[in-house]
């Protein structure tokens, strides 16, 4: 199975990204930007053997007309002449403490030899072609891949057992639906998580999923993605 992600373009001129981005219409209530999250995270590919950078990238949003009335965000690195984009098929909902954030945690670039370095800007659409835009700037400095553990799991009776690296315990697993759609983030510290909670919270999950482990590291401004992992019920 593919790991789901964000399809990635990469854009030959400035003409083609000034097209992209002509909007027409215009509205009464364009929607806002108000804080946005990132981190690059180091990916390990179990299926395809590889190790490369990722982006999480999440931005607080408001909208007069609602949430559903978002369409599209847009990362753009002009100078790479790189860009991305999410649409509300393909990023992630989540709401703290009534803060609406949308946004992913699989932007890939399309070379190992690339980083993530440099200044980006963020677009954000609704549906009537009003905008937002914010200006970000990453920094993130090369890591030697050799010298990382990346986390791993055992699945046994019943139970996702979690392996302790790096003198971490604290884990999040991203869950995904056999229909390749993200379905919870689920916090542990434990070490372990039984498959029977995440089964109860979303019953359309028993005859299957997968799933990825994220592992925040201690003193450092990255973390580690290790997966997909895969569920079968028998």
């Not at 070379?111 to 937002?132: I, K, N, Q, V, W």
């Amino acid at each position: 199975m593919e790991k789901p992600s964000v399809k990635f373009f990469k854009v030959f001129s400035a003409f083609i990204i000034l097209t992209v981005f002509s909007i027409a219409a215009c509205s009464d209530n364009p929607p806002e930007i108000y804080q946005t999250f990132w981190q690059v995270n180091i990916f390990n590919n179990r299926e395809n053997k590889t190790i490369q950078p990722q982006l999480s990238l999440f931005i607080q949003v408001h909208d007069p007309d609602g949430l559903e009335d978002l369409a599209e965000i847009y990362l753009i690195n002009d100078k790479k002449e790189l860009f991305w984009r999410l649409d509300s098929e393909s990023w992630i909902e989540v709401t703290e403490e009534d803060e609406s954030w949308i946004g992913s945690n699989t932007l890939s670039l399309p070379h190992p030899s690339m980083d993530f370095t440099g200044e980006y800007r963020l677009l954000l659409l609704d549906a009537g072609g009003a905008s937002a835009e914010k200006v970000i700037v990453i920094n993130h400095n090369p890591i030697s891949f050799s010298e990382l553990h990346f986390p791993e799991a055992e699945l046994s009776g019943g139970v996702i057992n979690l392996t302790k690296v790096n003198g971490s315990t604290e884990y999040i697993l991203w869950i995904y639906g056999n229909d390749e759609r993200f379905r919870a983030a689920f916090n542990t510290s434990e070490g372990s998580i039984a498959i029977d909670g995440i089964v109860k919270a979303h019953t359309d999950l028993a005859n299957g999923f997968y799933f990825f482990i994220y592992q925040k590291q201690k003193e450092a401004d990255f973390g580690l993605i290790s997966g997909p992992f895969f569920y079968t019920p028998g």
